[in-house]
């Protein structure tokens, strides 16, 4: 960094003021040559990640538009925004610690639909529907007849009493 009155080099700046900001971090400078004070911004630089369409477009992941198709599913249903939320940033989270600057859609629409089948089965069938593009109910109906098994293994997993451990 220089200072951009004098052009004196890093070593001539100081430090007076650091406050978070809503987006980063803002500092105060004042360079010791020219005692002219300026303000710098500091920002953590995302990785721009581009989402792989059905048809081969790429457009920029929007967190927006993820929470957007998860309120939709979750519409007129007992769901908190907390765990619409909670179930985006670990999506987001989990696609960015990919480190890949491309992900396709797909893997998107599976990530939503294995959180919206944790949250409410409503809103799991509704996502799908559309995600998956079913053509005829019957379609449909072996997506809730999966759901319906895979919901009654799990509750029999939770019914099962725990074996005990052997010491050694």
Request: glycine letters at 4%.
């Amino acid at each position: 960094m220089k200072c951009p009155y004098c052009g004196s080099p890093s070593n001539f700046i100081r430090v007076i003021d650091t406050r978070e900001v809503t987006d980063g971090i803002r500092r105060r400078r004042e360079c010791e040559k020219c005692k002219q004070r300026f303000t710098t911004y500091e920002r953590v630089a995302s990785m721009s990640l581009l989402v792989v369409k059905r048809d081969g477009r790429r457009e920029e992941f929007d967190r927006e538009k993820l929470v957007k198709s998860m309120r939709t599913a979750c519409s007129k249903r007992a769901v908190s925004s907390a765990a619409i939320e909670a179930a985006a940033q670990d999506i987001e989270s989990k696609l960015y610690a990919m480190n890949k600057s491309e992900v396709d859609g797909q893997l998107i629409g599976e990530m939503v639909m294995d959180h919206l089948r944790d949250i409410d089965d409503v809103a799991y069938v509704r996502f799908a529907s559309v995600y998956r593009r079913f053509q005829d109910v019957g379609l449909m109906a072996d997506e809730i007849k999966h759901l319906m098994a895979r919901k009654q293994r799990e509750q029999e997993l939770k019914n099962q009493i725990p074996l005990p451990m052997e010491a050694d």
